[in-house]
């Protein structure tokens, strides 16, 4: 099958490379910089567990230049997807398909509005990757990808044997709704705290300040969550989250490295999102209105 990756970081790198290893075409439609011109003089590498491959990869930042693919995966910031959805009907046949592996909540519905709700779908992937100093690849943790489409009435099940068929664990839902929100309450409670107090994630269970502060922010995302029909309650989602927490305490949120590195935030697509389907049933959300208006102080 014919893969075009919108946006080559972490995540799309990983995506990209097991897809190719399986046999798949690739196809990368990347910004100018440094990313494009290691694609080109050295395709896309990984790191899988211990074992570094390379693959090649057709990338362009010109979409014009790519051939129409059965699959486009969009894996680029959140504050971009109102530049790239545009671009997908040029990207995609006739009967293609489009899968969003993005953070926040607000991307798919950006990409219906061209391509229609039954040609998008949305995943919530808890896969890890990180990228190193060198631009090499890293598989940073296994995980799974859940997906659905955002209507149901196309068969997605060949996306689904695409993913299983590369090594992924994947599973097709009738409604990804849940999943994407419960990844939204954990991104909710962990990347803002991790971002402004400069520190990695077990370091918000470590202080008791900050342990309470996430969990007000997941309690108050899953407010949300309950007034749109997720099937989950104020209290359901925190134990989760700790353990989540726990589980990744060396890590850094991807929230921190962006500020770290001096580059905006998805905090309009985490809290931002949250914000603005609360007021739809006026829902008072403190403590996410503050952390977003400091992040935002940051970014500034």
């Not at 075009?4 to 995540?11: D, K, R, S, W």
């Not at 897809?19 to 910004?31: F, H, P, Y």
Request: net charge neutral; hydrophobic share 40%; with cysteine.
């Amino acid at each position: 099958m014919r893969v075009t990756l919108v946006g080559c970081g972490a995540l799309g790198g990983l995506v990209g490379a097991r897809l190719a290893r399986s046999g798949n075409e690739i196809q990368v439609l990347q910004r100018p910089g440094a990313t494009l011109k290691r694609l080109r003089t050295r395709g896309l590498e990984l790191d899988d567990s211990g074992t570094v491959r390379a693959y090649p990869v057709r990338a362009e930042a010109d979409p014009g230049s790519l051939e129409r693919a059965s699959l486009v995966v969009v894996t680029v910031k959140s504050y971009v997807t109102a530049d790239v959805a545009p671009l997908l009907s040029d990207l995609l046949d006739d009967d293609g398909v489009a899968l969003t592996l993005q953070n926040g909540l607000g991307n798919a519905e950006q990409m219906t509005a061209v391509l229609g709700s039954e040609r998008v779908g949305a995943a919530a992937c808890t896969y890890g990757a990180y990228r190193d100093a060198e631009g090499l690849v890293h598989v940073g943790g296994e995980g799974e990808i859940r997906f659905g489409p955002m209507r149901p009435g196309r068969e997605w099940t060949l996306v689904e044997d695409l993913l299983t068929g590369s090594g992924f664990r994947a599973r097709l839902v009738y409604d990804p709704r849940p999943d994407l929100w419960s990844k939204l309450v954990v991104n909710a409670a962990i990347n803002p705290v991790s971002a402004l107090v400069r520190r990695e994630n077990g370091h918000i269970l470590a202080c008791a300040e900050t342990s309470r502060l996430a969990k007000t922010l997941a309690m108050e995302a899953c407010r949300v969550a309950r007034a749109e029909g997720m099937p989950f309650g104020e209290g359901e989602m925190w134990p989760q989250v700790r353990l989540i927490i726990q589980a990744t305490a060396a890590n850094r949120s991807s929230m921190l490295q962006d500020v770290l590195a001096g580059r905006p935030t998805e905090i309009e697509a985490i809290s931002g999102e949250i914000l603005r389907r609360g007021r739809a049933f006026d829902l008072s959300l403190p403590a996410t209105s503050t952390v977003r208006a400091l992040i935002r102080g940051l970014e500034s």
